[in-house]
């Protein structure tokens, strides 16, 4: 993992910030949406192929929404490479991974995924500000 730092980022940040990816995991790994969306601030955007949300409250209802139905039985993973200090309390997180269908151990091809993760200082607390994620291999 590179840090390119516009502003300095402790080491303690830069551990507090790659943690988040793993919150986002463990949610997804019990099908916790609430959970899931606990990670955003309250009026956060998540933004996958073909869906706009705004707000905790929609990041929830989408993800219990895809954990009973298309993401059931899923889990999902995220691996940071790249975090870049924007303004103190701002962070940008790249992270490279996707969902892993039932059984799997690495993510296939075809759902590989590149995201960024807009993350904000609350309270002593990183959330995502923003969330975006693109498929990696369009081939």
């Not at 303004?87 to 799997?104: N, R």
């Not at 993510?107 to 990696?136: C, F, M």
């Given at each position: 993992m590179t840090s390119e730092a516009t502003v300095t980022i402790s080491a303690e940040d830069q551990a507090a910030v790659a943690a988040v990816p793993q919150r986002i995991t463990a949610a997804w790994a019990e099908h916790d949406a609430a959970a899931f969306a606990a990670a955003f601030v309250e009026d956060g955007t998540l933004i996958l192929p073909g869906v706009s949300l705004a707000g905790r409250a929609e990041v929830e209802s989408f993800m219990a929404r895809?954990?009973?139905?298309?993401?059931?039985?899923?889990?999902?993973?995220?691996?940071?490479?790249?975090?870049?200090?924007?303004?103190?309390?701002?962070?940008?997180?790249?992270?490279?991974?996707?969902?892993?269908?039932?059984?799997?151990?690495?993510?296939?091809?075809?759902?590989?995924?590149?995201?960024?993760?807009?993350?904000?200082?609350?309270?002593?607390?990183?959330?995502?500000?923003?969330?975006?994620?693109?498929?990696?291999?369009?081939?």
């Open positions: 895809g954990f009973a139905g298309p993401y059931k039985g899923t889990r999902v993973t995220g691996t940071p490479f790249r975090i870049t200090g924007l303004a103190d309390g701002v962070v940008l997180l790249l992270t490279k991974g996707g969902v892993l269908a039932p059984g799997e151990s690495e993510v296939a091809q075809e759902r590989e995924i590149r995201a960024s993760w807009l993350l904000v200082r609350r309270n002593g607390e990183w959330l995502l500000a923003a969330y975006q994620n693109t498929p990696a291999n369009l081939a």
